[in-house]
């Protein structure tokens, strides 16, 4: 095993396992590595490396989040499968759509606090229903 430090986020898978539960590692920390377990997140089935050697040290690379995004690698024949961000064939953003349009909440149009006790001038009282009349003798209900 050899200490790595991790560049970006990683989930670990831990070693035996069965239930294929991962270790969260942050940017930044230290963590003993297989070689088995290295290659999970080097070259070439990640397209950037993610780990690094402990004993390198330094400034670690920035990577932005596209870097990641959408990159698979062939684990046949090693070639990177995709490109980050959107594809080639897709279409632009119909002209307008990336504007904020800000609208009335429907909110607003709902009782306010307080609201409630006032009554309309025009309500009516509702008289209470006449008491149910008294069972008969003799009728089942």
């Not at 904020?100 to 307080?114: L, Y």
């Amino acid at each position: 095993m050899s200490a790595y430090e991790a560049i970006v986020n990683l989930s670990v898978p831990r070693e035996g396992d069965a239930g294929k539960e991962t270790d969260l590692v942050f940017a930044g920390e230290t963590i003993e590595l297989t070689d088995a377990q290295a290659d999970l997140f080097r070259p070439p089935l990640k397209a950037i490396a993610m780990i690094r050697p402990a004993k390198d040290g330094g400034e670690r690379p920035r990577i932005l989040p596209r870097q990641l995004s959408g990159i698979q690698v062939s684990r046949r024949t090693g070639l990177i499968v995709g490109v980050p961000g959107p594809g080639a064939d897709t279409r632009p953003d119909p002209a307008g759509s990336s504007q904020i349009i800000t609208t009335e909440p429907p909110e607003a149009n709902e009782p306010q606090p307080g609201d409630e006790t006032a009554s309309p001038v025009d309500a009516v009282d509702i008289p209470p229903r006449a008491r149910r009349a008294p069972a008969r003798a003799g009728s089942r209900s």
